[in-house]
């Protein structure tokens, strides 16, 4: 088992810039995804980044050329830079980790517990 905590969320302004992040309670080496998913009120959960354990990044096209997902493997933590925010950006922030099992094959998926981004206009 493994416990993700995000922070970092907040009130941000249209064209400002917010940094999230997502600290495990393990070694983040042994998972082979992380990454963050955006919620908004209405809305299904959608993924904003995700970075492999070998590096390879992936964005949401809403967020291309504005958000970047890192990470600090000596932290444990994944971090996500949203930079030019935009109102419809408002909503909750998930981190997401996926691990592969292969006893079964599948991943074993966690979730941290959300952190809510406002941006006004």
């Known amino acids: 088992q493994v416990q993700l905590v995000e922070s970092g969320g907040g009130l941000g302004q249209a064209g400002g810039s917010l940094r999230l992040s997502c600290a495990a309670s393990?070694?983040?080496?042994?998972?082979?995804?992380m990454g963050w998913y955006h919620q908004a009120a209405g809305k299904q959960r959608e993924l904003v980044a995700a970075?492999?354990?070998?590096?390879?990044?992936t964005y949401g096209d809403s967020v291309k050329g504005r958000f970047t997902i890192s990470r600090d493997n000596a932290m444990n933590t994944v971090y996500l830079e949203m930079n030019s925010l935009k109102p419809e950006d408002t909503g909750v922030y998930y981190c997401?980790?996926?691990?592969?099992?292969?006893?079964?094959?599948?991943?074993?998926?966690?979730w941290g517990q959300g952190t809510q981004v406002t941006v006004s206009s």
């Open positions: 997401n980790y996926k691990q592969y099992n292969p006893i079964n094959s599948g991943f074993a998926e966690y």
């Open positions: 393990r070694s983040i080496f042994s998972f082979n995804t």
């Open positions: 970075i492999t354990r070998g590096g390879d990044r």
